[in-house]
């Protein structure tokens, strides 16, 4: 019978523990921007974020295409850590979008991560040429056991310029706070 309760008390403290540490990571803004340079090319549709419930916010955004099909797209992927403004934080990556795509076996990397997250909520499953007349991300919420950003607790934003043909077309940002 003592061993029962000592196995109660166990559990119990084992869950007040994992719960006293639990870890949050949601998003807290977002800002879809067509860029000047933008000439038609494409138009963003909707850009939002809905809260779920406490602590869960869905991003959902979609962007019309208006030149297809693409052939040649081009994202740089920026981080910004919050400390007295917005300041550059670890990762300034411009890769292929279309490589990044189409390969099963993209070298580990920072945007394989932050895509390979996306990927099952959005239309992101084919490479180019893109002939779908839009891009959509739909109710995709930060999950901390599936994405574990590998970042201090903190605020941040992340910064998506896609590039059409060389060209800066749209710049989408991205905040979201962790929490440890």
Known sequence: MRSMWLR????????????ADARLLKFTNVKCLE???????????????????????ELSLKVSLLELPITNLTTRLQCFQRSDGYRPFIYNI????????????YR???????????????????????????MTVERYAL???????????GVYRLDFTFYAYGIARTLTQVYFEKLE
């Open 143 to 153: 999950d901390f056991t599936k994405v574990n950003m590998p970042v201090p607790a």
């Open 8 to 19: 109660v008390l166990q559990m119990l403290l084992g869950l007040w523990l994992t719960l």
């Open 94 to 105: 411009l890769f292929d979008f279309c490589k990044l795509m189409a390969a099963r076996k």
């Open 108 to 134: 580990i990397s920072f945007e394989r991560f932050i895509f390979d997250a996306v990927r099952q909520h959005s239309n992101f499953n084919h490479s180019c040429p893109w002939r779908e007349d839009h």
């Open 35 to 57: 860029l000047p340079t933008n000439a038609g090319f494409s138009r963003y549709e909707y850009c939002r974020l809905k809260v779920v419930r406490r602590n869960q916010v």
